[in-house]
């Protein structure tokens, strides 16, 4: 098959929130791509029912964007997190526990059990 190998790299900045904390994080990520683009001549027509499509040269141009949003949609992160160990937000009140690692809340007491720490304290 006569045709063009394309190769490159892509830089692509991206936007999203921390899914634990909700927390707004921009990062780059970089892609290597690689695709052979066929002279359309040569492409086999394209049979019904087979996923692997082949990339073709029109008028000696390459249609650079499906195989760029491809490698950039590969490359971005499934479950982007601000941090590795981002701990996320506290339960109780929603704070950043990133931003407030000692936080902590009284125990709350189950309800079911109110009654007895009542009994308890009596007793003391
Ligand atoms: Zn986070
Ligand atoms: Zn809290």
């Known amino acids: 098959m ?30 290597n791509f ?3 683009y066929v002279y359309e001549d040569h492409a086999l ?14 008028d000696d141009l390459v249609d ?4 760029l949003r491809d490698a950039v949609v590969l490359a971005l992160p499934f479950q982007p997190l601000c941090q590795d160990d981002c701990p996320g937000l506290c339960p109780e ?12 809340h009284e125990a709350p007491i189950d309800p079911r ?8 304290t009596e007793q003391n």
């Open 45 to 58: 027509p394209p049979s019904e029912g087979e996923d692997d499509e082949v990339s073709t040269l029109r």
């Open 113 to 120: 059990w109110a009654a007895l720490t009542e009994l308890q």
């Open 64 to 67: 650079l964007e499906p195989l």
């Open 34 to 36: 690689q695709e052979l």
């Open 93 to 104: 009140c929603g704070a950043r526990l990133a931003d407030d690692p000692d936080h902590t």
């Open 2 to 31: 006569e045709g063009v190998l394309v190769t490159g790299t892509a830089q692509a900045s991206l936007e999203g929130e921390c899914v634990r904390c909700l927390e707004p994080i921009t990062d780059e990520v970089t892609v």
